[in-house]
C-alpha cells in the first residue's frame, strides 16, 4: 500500500507535467506557424509591389531618376527593404536607391546565382543571406521580361534582422527566441527574449522561399512545468528521492569532468588547427636552446620534418655554413636575454640546399605563472619582398636612366653646335701651323745668291698654334666626358666631391642651351666649401634638371631679366663644423602658381607638352637618397628658388 502511495504520488505529477508539456509544445507548433504565415504573406506582398514595380520599368521608359523616387516611396512603406536596384542584362547596376551604387560586378557569389536562375528561368528567386558591411543581407531578383526576353532584373535586398522585428508580432516575440537558420544550422539573424525555460519548447518550419532554404526557429521561454504542485508532495518525494542524493552528486561530478575535458579537447583542436592554418613559421625553444615545437608552415619553409627538428639543439640542419658564426653569435643573444624585439635579417638554407631570405621574432616564452620556459620565434619567408624591392630598385635606375637620356635628347641638337666650335678651332689652328712648317721649309737666298737651309719658321707662332688647338681638343673632350658621365648607368655610390668640381661638371652642358634662350649665366661658390658626401651623377643631373627648367621659364621674360643663379654657401640653419652645404638654382622667370605647386612633385605631371612628368619627381628622390630635401620658393624679384643641402663628407 505504501508503495502504491508513493508510485502513485510520483505517477501524477509526472503525467500532469507531461500534459502541460504537450499542450505548450503544441501551442508553440501553432503560434510558430501562424509566424511563418505572417511572414511569407508579408513578403508576399512585397513580391506583389514588386512585380507592379517591374512592370512599370518596363511598361513606361522608366528613367534613373524616376526609378529612385519610385522606390524611395516603396523603402518608406516596407522598413524590412533596404535597397532597390535595377539590374541590365550582364546585372550591371543602372540605378539604386541608396548612393553611392555598387557599380558593376559587386553582387556576392549567392546573390549571382539567383540571379542568374532568375534570368534563367523568368521566375523571381531569392538569394541565400550573406553577411555586407556587418549586417546579413537577402537579395530578391525580380526579372524583367518583355515576353520571353530577359531585359534586366529589379534587385530588392531584405535585412534579416528587419524581417525579423517587423514581420514577428511583439507579443509572440516577449515569450519566444525566433532564429532564422540556414544550412548546417548556421544562424543568419536572431531576435532574443529574456527569459528562464530557453530550449525547453522549441519548433522549426521551413520558410517556402523559392531559391532560398531557409527555417524559421523558434524556441519558447517559458520553462518546463512544476513536478511538484505543493508542498506536501514535495516533502513526501523528497525523502524518497534523498537516497539518491549521493548518486546525483556523483553524475554531476562526472558531467562536469566530462564537460571541462570537452572544452579541453576542443580548445586543443581549435589551436591546433589555427597553428597548422599560419603561413607563418613558429619554433619555439627552450631555456637550452632545444627545439620543442615547430608548426607544418616552418616545416615546410626550410623543408624538414617536424620529427627531426623537435629536441635538436643548435647546429640546425637549415642553418647555411657560410652565416653559422652569425647563427652562433644570435643564438647566445637569445640564451642571455638580449635580443632585441624589433625582429632581423638572414639567410636559412631548405634541405635541398636552396638559400632564402628570413625575418626573425623573437620573444620570452611565459607559462601561466608569469615564468619564462622559453623562447617563442615567428618566421618570415621575404623571398617574394626582396623580389618586389629589387625590381623597385631596378625601375628606380630605369627612371633616372630615362631622365637623364631624355635630357641629352634635348640638348643633343646644341651639342653638334658647341663640338663643331672647338673642332672648327683645331682644324684652323692645325692649318695655320702646317703652312708655318710649309713656308718655313722652303729653301732661302741670302744677297750673294747663295741658299740657305733649315728652318726660318717662327717658332713662337708655332707653338701659340699648338697650344690653342691643343686646349680646344681638351674643351671638346671634356663636353663629351660630360655627356657620357652624365648618361651612363650604373650603381649610386656616395664619395667626397668638391662642390666646385659638381658645379664645372655640369656647366658645359648648361652653357649649350643657355645661349639659345639669351640667358646668362651667374655661378656664385662660397670660398672654402669643403667637400660634400654624394654621388656625383646623381648630383649633376638635379643640377641640370634644375637649371634646364629656370631656362626655359625664362623664355617670355625680358631680355635684361634673364639671369640664372647657380649659388653654394654653408647651411647656416646647420650649426656647428657639421653644417651641410645649401646649393639653390634661382631664375627670374613666371614663377610657379598655387595649382601647379599642389602637384608638383606629382609623378607624370608636367607643365610641358613634351615632358614626362618625373623630372622633379626623379631629382627629389636623389636629394632624399642623400638624407636631404628638395625645397622651393619664390624669387623676390619674380621667379623661383629651388634649393637643396648635401652633408658635408
Known amino acids: 500500500m505504501v508503495l502504491t502511495v508513493v508510485t502513485s504520488l510520483v505517477w501524477l505529477p509526472w503525467k500532469a507535467q507531461k500534459r502541460e508539456s504537450i499542450e505548450r509544445q503544441e501551442q508553440l507548433i501553432a503560434d510558430t506557424l501562424w509566424v511563418e504565415q505572417a511572414v511569407r504573406l508579408q513578403l508576399a506582398r512585397n513580391e506583389e509591389s514588386l512585380r507592379q514595380f517591374a512592370a512599370e520599368m518596363l511598361n513606361d521608359g522608366m528613367s534613373a531618376r524616376g526609378f529612385r523616387m519610385r522606390a524611395s516611396s516603396l523603402l518608406a512603406e516596407n522598413r524590412e527593404l533596404v535597397r532597390l536596384a535595377w539590374l541590365d542584362t550582364e546585372f550591371n547596376i543602372l540605378a539604386a536607391s541608396a548612393e553611392p551604387s555598387r557599380g558593376a560586378g559587386v553582387l556576392s557569389e549567392q546573390s549571382a546565382e539567383a540571379a542568374d536562375s532568375a534570368r534563367r528561368t523568368g521566375k523571381a528567386r531569392y538569394g541565400a543571406p550573406t553577411i555586407q558591411a556587418g549586417v546579413h543581407l537577402m537579395d530578391y531578383h525580380m526579372p524583367l521580361m518583355e515576353g520571353t526576353r530577359y531585359r534586366g532584373s529589379l534587385l530588392a535586398t531584405y535585412s534579416t534582422a528587419t524581417i525579423l522585428e517587423q514581420m514577428v508580432p511583439w ?5 519566444n527566441e525566433i532564429t532564422l537558420v540556414a544550412f548546417f544550422d548556421d544562424v ?7 527569459g528562464p525555460g530557453r530550449g525547453v519548447y522549441t519548433h522549426s518550419h521551413l520558410l517556402d522561399l523559392p531559391g532560398a532554404n531557409l527555417t524559421l526557429r523558434t524556441n519558447s521561454l517559458k520553462g518546463a512545468p512544476q513536478l511538484l504542485p505543493n508542498l506536501l508532495v514535495a516533502a513526501v518525494i523528497s525523502l524518497s528521492l534523498a537516497l539518491l542524493g549521493s548518486l546525483v552528486a556523483l553524475w554531476r561530478d562526472i558531467n562536469r569532468r566530462l564537460e571541462a575535458e570537452k572544452a579541453l579537447r576542443q580548445q586543443v583542436s581549435f589551436r591546433t588547427a589555427m597553428e597548422n592554418s599560419l603561413v607563418t613559421g613558429l619554433r619555439a625553444r627552450d631555456m637550452e636552446g632545444r627545439v620543442t615545437y615547430v608548426n607544418p608552415a616552418f616545416c615546410e619553409m626550410v623543408g624538414t620534418q617536424g620529427e627531426e627538428l623537435v629536441g635538436r639543439r643548435p647546429p640546425m640542419p637549415y642553418w647555411a655554413p657560410e652565416a653559422v658564426a652569425e647563427y652562433q653569435k644570435r643564438f647566445s643573444q637569445v ?5 632585441t624585439p624589433q625582429g632581423f635579417e638572414t639567410i636559412f638554407q631548405r634541405a635541398s640546399g636552396e638559400r632564402f631570405p628570413v625575418l626573425i621574432f623573437e620573444s620570452p616564452l611565459v607559462d601561466d605563472t608569469g615564468r619564462q620556459t622559453g623562447w617563442m620565434g615567428s618566421i618570415l619567408d ?13 625601375q628606380q635606375e630605369k627612371l633616372e636612366s630615362s631622365a637623364r637620356l631624355a635630357s641629352m635628347g634635348e640638348i643633343a641638337s646644341t651639342l653638334a653646335h658647341e663640338l663643331n666650335q672647338p673642332l672648327a678651332a683645331i682644324s684652323s689652328y692645325t692649318t695655320g701651323a702646317l703652312n708655318l712648317l710649309t713656308i718655313g721649309a722652303a729653301p732661302k737666298v741670302d744677297t750673294n745668291g747663295a741658299s740657305q737651309h733649315g728652318p726660318t719658321f717662327d717658332t713662337d707662332a708655332l707653338k701659340l698654334a699648338l697650344e690653342k688647338a691643343s686646349a680646344q681638343a681638351q674643351r671638346a673632350g671634356q663636353i663629351i666626358r660630360s655627356v657620357h658621365a652624365f648618361v651612363k648607368q650604373r650603381e649610386p655610390i656616395r664619395e667626397p666631391v668638391p662642390v666646385q668640381a659638381l658645379i664645372d661638371g655640369i656647366v658645359p652642358l648648361v652653357e649649350m642651351q643657355a645661349p639659345k634662350f639669351y640667358v646668362v649665366l651667374d655661378i656664385r661658390v662660397a670660398p672654402d666649401l669643403p667637400p660634400v658626401l654624394a654621388d656625383r651623377v646623381l648630383i649633376e643631373q638635379v643640377l641640370l634638371n634644375l637649371t634646364r627648367n629656370a ?11 634673364r639671369i640664372l643663379r647657380i649659388v653654394a654657401s654653408r647651411d647656416a640653419d646647420g650649426g656647428g663644423g657639421l653644417a651641410p652645404v645649401r646649393i639653390a638654382v634661382i631664375d627670374r622667370g613666371h614663377g610657379i602658381t598655387p595649382e601647379i605647386e599642389a602637384r608638383l612633385f606629382s609623378p607624370f605631371f608636367s607643365t610641358k607638352a613634351e615632358g614626362m612628368g618625373m623630372g622633379l619627381n626623379i631629382c627629389r628622390t636623389a636629394i632624399e637618397f642623400h638624407g636631404g630635401r628638395l625645397l622651393h620658393r619664390a624669387n623676390p624679384d619674380s621667379g623661383t628658388i629651388f634649393e637643396f643641402s648635401l652633408p658635408v663628407a
Not at 507579443?171 to 515569450?175: H, I, K, Y
Not at 543568419?188 to 529574456?194: S, T
Not at 621575404?382 to 631596378?394: F, G
Not at 626655359?552 to 631680355?559: F, T, Y
Request: a negative charge; aromatic letters at 4%.
Open 171 to 175: 507579443w509572440f516575440a516577449q515569450d
Open 188 to 194: 543568419i539573424e536572431r531576435r532574443a527574449a529574456n
Open 335 to 339: 640564451l642571455a636575454g638580449t635580443i
Open 382 to 394: 621575404i623571398s617574394d619582398r626582396k623580389r618586389i624591392e629589387d625590381l623597385n630598385r631596378q
Open 551 to 561: 631656362i626655359e621659364s625664362m623664355e617670355h621674360v625680358a631680355p635684361q631679366a
